[in-house]
Each structure stands twice: as C-alpha cells, then as structure tokens.
Nanobody, 121 residues
Framework: QLVESGGGLVQAGGSLRLSCAAS????????AGWFRQAPGKEREFVAA????????YYANSAKGRFTISRDNAKNTVYLQMNSLKPEDTAVYYC????????????????WGQGTQVTVSS
C-alpha cells in the first residue's frame, strides 16, 4: 500500500514536499515514480527514481524545479517541488514497480490514492 501526503494549496513560486509511504512490502526493492493528473487531462509522468536512489529521471516540466528522493530505511519516497506554477495544479500520484524507473504509467504495479496540489496565481 502506498499513501501520499503533503499536498495542499500554495501560491505561485512556493514550495511543497510530497511524501509517499509504503507499507506491507519492502519498498527498497522497487523503483518509484510520481505522476500527476489535472482535470480533463491524461495522467503524466513527473519523476522517477531507481530502487537504490542512484538514478533519477524527470519530465521536462519538472527539471530544475522538482527533486525526487527516497529514504529506504523509512520506506518513503519524496518529491520536493519548488518554484511552483499554476500549471502544476493536479492530483499527484505515487507509484512503484519492480525493475528500473520508468516514465510509462502502465508499467507501474502499485499506486497510491493521490494527493491534491493546487497552485494559485
């Protein structure tokens, strides 16, 4: 089970840190990713991280502003989001999969329920 937290309402230019806590399995064995979905739009890739944390991947929209990290001792993956823009408004989902990090949501086996991020202008 994956449980996201840390979403909320923030002004443009602000920051949020999302957390994804895993229970019931050894999270350190899985790559993890963050995706987001805005109303009326398809779910899109934001960032991914390998099981060890040694490799990270970002969507162009996230590069330079977002940082994905993990603490396997805490079974938790994080997404630090800085310089937020109104277009970042979406429900953010955490996901996990065996193998390497991926930008394809269909390749992920486990999903959280999502956390809402709203950025006001």
């Amino acid at each position: 089970q994956l449980v996201e937290s840390g979403g909320g309402l923030v002004q443009a230019g602000g920051s949020l840190r999302l957390s994804c806590a895993a229970s019931g399995r050894t999270f350190s064995s899985y790559a993890a990713g963050w995706f987001r979905q805005a109303p009326g739009k398809e779910r899109e890739f934001v960032a991914a991280i390998s099981w060890s944390g040694g490799s990270t991947y970002y969507a162009n929209s996230a590069k330079g502003r977002f940082t994905i990290s993990r603490d396997n001792a805490k079974n938790t993956v994080y997404l630090q989001m800085n310089s937020l823009k109104p277009e970042d408004t979406a429900v953010y989902y955490c996901a996990a999969r065996s193998g390497y990090g991926s930008s394809r949501y269909a390749e992920y086996d486990y999903w959280g329920q999502g956390t809402q991020v709203t950025v006001s202008s």
